[in-house]
């Protein structure tokens, strides 16, 4: 009976943790409505937000700004680089931009204003690769093994996200423990 509650409890906890985790966010560009502008100093770049930030392949970047005054400029790093605004990978104009990061890697923004990607109102996301595909995360443990036996310390080469993604199912089960 106690195996087979065990069980139940991995099981539940995994499911909540894959739920939590796999979820796409949108992102306020600069975390609020009005930070698509060049910024008031080079300390306040919009790269600095986007470096806070963990991006993952679904999220999306959400601008708002006034359409008679700006635009967003999906662009090439050279394009980026070179605030070269003649031939972007994508334009938009409406205001109330949203773009979904489809792939991991760099995306390159730039103002379509003139003049304000050259003072500073461009923007780099990195995203991180996609969820399911977690290098070096080894397989779940059997309940028998989770539950019965001396605890293992990571090895130093552990990965944070191991780490994270262990403490998290064992701060579900320790809530589940005390729910039932």
Known sequence: MASSRSSSLVCIALLLVSITSSEARDFLVGGNVNAWRVP?????????WAEKNR?????????RYDAGKDSVLQVTREAYLSCNKTSPIAEHKNGATVVELHRSGAY?????????????EKLIVVVMSERHSLPGLAPAPSPAEYFEGPAIAPTSGASRMEKVLKSGVAGALLVLGIVL
Not at 113 to 119: D, I, M, N, T, Y
């Open 55 to 63: 991006f993952q392949v679904g999220d999306s970047l959400v601008w």
């Open 40 to 48: 008031p100093t080079t300390t306040d770049s919009l790269n600095q």
């Open 108 to 120: 390159y923004f730039i103002s379509g204003a003139e003049g304000a990607c050259e003072e500073g």
